[in-house]
């Protein structure tokens, strides 16, 4: 039977000492504005416009916008979740600690398990694709420039917050306006109607056009997902940000908001802008704007797109590395292990954690990561789940009465969203579903054979003190 963290059985960090010494906090350092940037850097629209999105157009062609606007709509709901939650249980740990608290503690473990996989593998899968942008300026070997971004993106994870906050925040603006540039020549020269987005057509072989159908978009959901997926980074922060009660929910419901603008309208833009259905399917989007406009603008997209990978990797090794953080704290792994990762830097970073999470990265760039989308699409599919099951739970003992942003038509949000990404993974590939299947069997053993006979001493959920509340 799953472990359930009751009130009294909930640490609070600035209350109890643990066998080393006293919890760790981080600093409140920032508010809204910069982690809105932080978030919207994760999410990283366009190097998901130009690296992710791609690859729906040659699986869904015109249908690929559908496809974005229906994940964008069960986004809503998740996020819903993710702020009533974020609000409840405002810890660096983010989604497990979540729903460790109120569905679990195995049930946590196997959402920490999930948004490890998905955080640890997902930025250098981006970052070996910035040697394709660069291209214009020089040429470059793939992994070696990927791992190079990755060891960037470490070091400046071992800064300051909200150092960072501007620092992607600078990046930020030049890839929203890479994005612009790619809707207006888009929407510009555009070929075909706003009836096209429906049109449910991609290419075949041979020169054909076939049609997509329901069940090809359903499963396409799960990179839909993923490529919004960026709005939960406001919760990993949640200790850092000043009054996190309020400022929890406003940061993630902004962030889905602009992110899927920043998204959406230029998939749109280049739906109606391609030539025909085959340089649509094809992907080539550095080609369209080339020849919607010319060589230099074509190659001041490529360049903005290369920084919004740097940009995604900063923010990404900077969320990876609260996760690691929050694990040691909560006694996941053997203690010397927990003493290394529990580490702050002089700058307030978790600096063990932070390097654990970059230096591997930087490694798996010179691995065949071919599958790792659909891996991901299906841990972020299941996670979501998990963490609608918990804010289905939310409301229940004394998290009734506790101070937290409440989402509107609760329990029918969570209710619906449980039902429809069921449903979403009954139509993932099954090789994606055997990996990951794979990955979490192993984190049950691990947690029947060391965690649960250590429940006194090991996967200590804490949720920290919220003095501003």
């Not at 009533?84 to 600690?97: H, N, V």
């Not at 490529?227 to 009054?243: D, I, K, M, R």
């Amino acid at each position: 039977m799953t472990d359930t963290l009751r009130p009294v059985e909930t640490a609070v960090l600035d209350a109890a000492p643990t066998a080393t010494g006293n919890h760790k906090t981080l600093k409140r350092s920032i508010g809204v504005v910069g982690g809105t940037l932080l978030t919207l850097s994760c999410v990283t629209p366009a190097s998901t416009l130009f690296v992710v999105i791609p690859d729906l157009f040659g699986s869904l062609g015109t249908a690929t916008a559908l496809t974005i606007a229906i994940g964008s709509l069960l986004c809503i709901a998740v996020a819903f979740c993710y702020s009533e939650l974020g609000t409840l249980i405002p810890s660096a740990g983010g989604e497990y600690a979540m729903v460790s608290t109120m569905a679990g503690r195995l049930a946590g473990w196997l959402v920490f398990v999930m948004s490890l996989l998905v955080v640890m593998i997902v930025p250098p899968v981006i970052a070996i694709g910035t040697a394709d942008y660069l291209a214009p300026v020089v040429h470059l070997d793939p992994a070696m420039t990927g791992a190079g971004v990755m060891l960037l993106a470490t070091l400046a994870g071992l800064l300051d917050l909200r150092a960072n906050a501007w620092i992607t925040g600078i990046f930020l603006v030049l890839e929203v306006v890479a994005a612009g540039v790619v809707a207006l020549l888009g929407f510009t020269h555009s070929q075909r109607g706003l009836g096209s987005l429906t049109s449910m057509q991609v290419a075949g072989t041979g020169g054909h056009t076939d049609a997509v159908t329901a069940m090809l978009v359903i499963s396409g959901l799960a990179i839909a997902l993923f490529a919004t997926q960026g709005f939960s980074t406001a919760v990993y922060l949640s200790e850092e940000l000043e009054n996190p009660r309020r400022n929890v929910a406003r940061t993630v419901l902004a962030t889905l908001a602009i992110s899927t603008v920043v998204i959406l309208v230029p998939v749109v833009a280049i739906t109606m802008g391609a030539s025909d259905i085959q340089e649509l399917t094809g992907g080539d989007i550095s080609s369209m704007v080339t020849a919607w406009s010319n060589s230099a603008v074509g190659t001041f997209v490529s360049l903005c797109v290369a920084l919004a990978i740097i940009n995604a990797g900063i923010v990404m090794v900077i969320q990876n590395s609260r996760v690691l953080f929050a694990s040691a704290r909560d006694k996941a792994w053997p203690e010397p292990v927990n003493n290394g990762l529990s580490k702050l830097g002089r700058f307030g970073s978790p600096w063990v954690a932070t390097l654990l999470v970059g230096v591997p990265g930087a490694a798996l760039c010179f691995v065949n990561l071919d599958t790792l989308y659909g891996v991901t699409g299906v841990s972020v599919t299941a996670m979501y789940l998990l963490v609608a099951v918990a804010a289905l739970l939310a409301r229940r003992g004394h998290h009734r009465h506790t101070p937290a942003w409440r989402m509107p038509l609760w329990p029918a949000v969570p209710v619906l969203l449980i039902v429809v990404l069921a449903y979403v993974l009954t139509q993932q590939e099954t090789q994606y579903l055997l990996w990951t299947g794979g990955i979490t069997a192993v984190a049950t053993l691990y947690w029947a054979f060391y965690l649960r006979p250590r429940r006194d001493t090991r996967w200590l959920v804490s949720i920290p003190e919220d003095t501003q509340a």
